[in-house]
Structure formats: structure tokens, C-alpha cells
């Protein structure tokens, strides 16, 4: 088992996970974050953090689609451990349904 980061986050990106993981396994995309599955001990600390309520166990039903991204992006994005400014618009995605098919970007952020 493990914690994965869905489509909530895409261009929310708030960070509030980053400063909580006790091993830090959050990696940081253009537009939202993910967990690195196979580094993650499931303490499950970061859920409650998120504001956009996008980090979730992978037992529940249909995150098949999330795991496989977190695992793809954590071996290609930069490890975060820092809380940054959150993007300016930030708020106005908030709770906006289905953001992956308009507005996943594979690139990498900054990193910490
Ligand atoms: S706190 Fe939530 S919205 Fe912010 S970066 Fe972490 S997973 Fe994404
Ligand atoms: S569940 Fe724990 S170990 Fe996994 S990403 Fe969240 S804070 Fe880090």
C-alpha cells in the first residue's frame, strides 16, 4: 500500500504535503506533485494537509490510473521537501473535476 497524489493537485499545488512526509518521497512536476510509491511508508500523515483533498490511499477503488503516474513521474521529477508560494491562481482550481486531461504538464518543477 501506499499514498498517491490525484488529480486534486494539478495546478493547485499547494505543498502543505512536502513539510510533513518523514521521508520526504514527494517529487515536483510543472503543475502538481507526486509520491514515490516504493519510498512512502503509508504514516499517512500528508492526507489531512492537502486543502485540495488530493492525496489518497491507494486501497481505494479506481486509483489505478494515479499509482502508475506517481511511479512513472517520481523517477523523472525533482525530490521537494520545502514548502514554496503556491501558484497565484491556485484557489480557482481548487476542487475543479478532471484537470489531467487539459492540464497535466510532464515536465519537471524546480525541485527543492
Ligand atoms: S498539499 Fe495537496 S495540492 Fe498541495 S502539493 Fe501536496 S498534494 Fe498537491
Ligand atoms: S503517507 Fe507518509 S510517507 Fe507517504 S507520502 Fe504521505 S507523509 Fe510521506
Not at 515536483?28 to 519510498?39: K, Q
Amino acid at each position: 500500500m501506499t499514498y498517491v497524489v490525484t488529480d486534486a493537485c494539478i495546478r493547485c499545488k499547494y505543498m502543505d504535503c512536502v513539510e510533513v512526509c518523514p521521508v520526504d518521497c514527494f517529487y515536483e512536476g510543472d503543475n502538481m506533485l507526486v509520491i514515490n510509491p516504493s519510498e512512502c511508508i503509508d504514516c499517512g500523515v500528508c492526507e489531512p494537509e492537502c486543502p485540495a483533498e488530493a492525496i489518497l490511499p491507494d486501497t481505494e477503488s479506481g486509483l489505478e490510473q494515479w499509482l502508475e503516474l506517481n511511479n512513472t513521474f517520481a523517477a523523472q521529477w525533482p525530490n521537494i521537501t520545502r514548502k514554496r508560494e503556491a501558484p497565484a491562481d491556485a484557489d480557482s482550481w481548487k476542487g475543479v473535476e478532471g484537470k489531467y486531461d487539459n492540464h497535466f504538464s510532464p515536465d519537471p518543477g524546480q525541485g527543492d
